[in-house]
């Protein structure tokens, strides 16, 4: 049977299958490398700094949100880290982000949580120039996420507590796996990685991120395959723009749609 022969078949087959989209690329997704910071709230902020509330220095991407005029210090019996950034506006409850490597030299164990999980978060002193607050129970390592609103998460084809893989376009590219959803109308498009991912993936100005496979979104941590029946040469070439491919078991994919995946170095895998 020859290439035409077998393009026929498989023309044939799709027309009666659902077409999907699910793994078009929608548009990129800036990626800012957020630093340590805290969140204060009113009983620590006072203890901290007295009487008031945090002075805004300027605006931060997402609305309402913005970087204080205030700095402090955290300390742990294992050491310091001065000049710590403030963010506003105050909250309920005080939370600490740190990196990895902060929490190794402060000697903490610290858990990987979303904003307001404090589950198993780490203690610490917090030190300002009106005083120290014991902040138990505050500190957490931030799971990377994705901020966007409803109209993004159509167009990006994501639901709120989805995970996805975003590829990185740096000038090191990588792809973070399990990056979360979070979707409000408060929110504008933005992903946060921490300052150890940003090295990793060489971070600069302007930086961008893909969703590398909106159809492996991850629920409770387990992938979901591709549900495509067939693979065109038209479908690989589209689907080469997201990265490694990962296709439901028993998946046709005609030989002009393997030999794109082969010359653009796309690993195939089934699940």
Same mark, same amino acid.
């Given at each position: ?13 799709? %027309?009666?299958?659902?077409?999907? %989209? %699910?793994?078009?690329? *929608? /548009? ?5 490398? %957020?630093? *340590?910071h805290v969140h204060l709230s009113q009983e620590a902020f006072a203890?901290?700094?007295?009487? /008031? ?34 963010? /506003?506006?105050?909250r309920p409850v005080t939370q600490v982000e740190l990196s990895f ?5 402060? =000697? ?7 904003? =307001? ?38 167009? !990006? ?5 989805? !995970? ?7 000038? #090191?590219?990588? +792809? ?5 959803? #979070?979707?409000?109308?408060? !929110? ?15 971070? =600069?100005?302007?930086? +961008? /991120? ?24 038209? #479908? ?21 749609? #393997?030999?794109? !995946? ?10």
């Amino acid at each position: 049977m020859n290439e035409k022969q077998i393009k026929s078949i498989v023309e044939a087959v799709l %027309s009666g299958l659902p077409q999907t %989209s %699910s793994l078009l690329v *929608r /548009g990129d997704i800036p990626i800012e490398a %957020s630093a *340590r910071h805290v969140h204060l709230s009113q009983e620590a902020f006072a203890a901290l700094f007295g009487a /008031g509330e945090p002075t805004q220095k300027r605006a931060l991407s997402q609305p309402g949100e913005f970087l204080a005029e205030q700095r402090l210090s955290i300390a742990t019996p294992h050491g310091m880290i001065e000049n710590i950034a403030v963010l /506003g506006p105050l909250r309920p409850v005080t939370q600490v982000e740190l990196s990895f490597t902060d929490c190794r030299k402060l =000697g903490l164990s610290a858990p990987l949580r979303l904003s =307001g999980d404090l589950r198993g978060a780490a203690d610490v002193t917090l030190i300002g120039p009106a005083g120290a607050y014991q902040a138990n129970g505050s500190v957490i390592v931030a799971q990377n996420h994705i901020h966007m609103t409803p109209a993004d998460a159509k167009n !990006f084809q994501v639901s709120d507590d989805d !995970f996805v893989a975003v590829r990185a376009q740096t000038a #090191r590219p990588v +792809v973070f796996e399990n990056v979360a959803v #979070r979707v409000s109308e408060k !929110f504008a498009l933005t992903m946060h990685i921490d300052f150890d991912e940003a090295n990793a993936c060489m971070l =600069g100005n302007d930086a +961008v /991120g893909t969703i590398a496979n909106t159809a492996m979104q991850i629920q409770n941590i387990k992938a979901i395959a591709i549900e495509d029946k067939v693979i065109t040469e038209a #479908r690989a070439k589209e689907l080469c723009k997201t990265g490694n491919v990962m296709l439901r078991k028993g998946t046709i994919v005609t030989p002009s749609a #393997r030999d794109v !995946f082969i010359q653009a170095k796309i690993e195939i895998s089934e699940a």
